[in-house]
């Protein structure tokens, strides 16, 4: 039963870390190609036009950021970091991920908070803005989860070290 729900999981975190914003800057494409054509062959650029392109990508942005900090392909500063021995490389990551696991977890609430209290309805669409800026919750949760997780594999890896070095 663990087996599938983790295959689960890892099949609805997939799909919102890479297929939506494919999906989505697929979308953005397509609504810029056509209001430039619309803009300077029809001359009515469409009223709809900005509107979905800013929703676009800020859900192809905020959700391929998860997948980047999945990955650990986010931009890093190693000019100290490359300095130090492998074990202080290991405290470095495990201090800086617990930093910025606590901070998006002290951020979560008001965050999801922030965003359901949202009332303004956008221009052209009439879609509730909420539901542009929702990708902000599943960055600061998946952000939180990755940098906790990191945190984690980095205590047993120290852990396991100590013991075969003792052993």
Known sequence: MGAKIKWLFLRIRDF????IP???FSA???AFVYSVFSRYILNRPPAWGTEVQVATYIWTVLLGACYVRRLNKHVNFTMIYDLLP???QRWLRIFRNLLMGVTYGILLKPTVQYIVK???VSPSLKIPVKFYFFPIIVLVFGVMCYSFADVYRDIRGWFRQKRGQSG
């Open 16 to 19: 919102v870390e890479v297929f």
């Open 86 to 88: 492998q074990d202080g």
């Open 22 to 24: 494919v999906i989505t």
């Open 28 to 30: 953005l494409f397509l």
């Open 118 to 120: 949202y009332r303004t």
